[in-house]
């Protein structure tokens, strides 16, 4: 992502589920510095902070997600897709 991305942002974010690789959904997540890295931002989904890093594909907006996400998976089918 090319754009800055700031503290208190939301953005969006494909999220492979950990125990089916075959099961992804768009997810929203708040841009937040870091609590354990000084200086540095994170992501935070689930009441879990991630560091961030270039291994996440992150969206402004849910229609630039949803748009990657069909790219990359085809349709969602019901209940693949949390948007």
Do not use: C
């Not at 992502?1 to 997810?27: K, T």
């Amino acid at each position: 992502m090319s754009e800055e991305i700031r503290p208190g942002e939301v953005v969006y974010l494909i999220i492979r589920n950990p125990h089916a690789q075959d099961v992804a959904h768009v997810q929203q997540a708040a841009v937040v510095e870091d609590p354990e890295r000084p200086n540095q931002l994170a992501l935070f989904v689930h009441e879990t902070y991630y560091p961030m890093s270039d291994e996440f594909a992150i969206f402004k907006t849910e229609e630039e997600a949803e748009e990657a996400y069909t790219d990359a998976f085809g349709t969602p089918d019901i209940g693949g897709y949390n948007g």
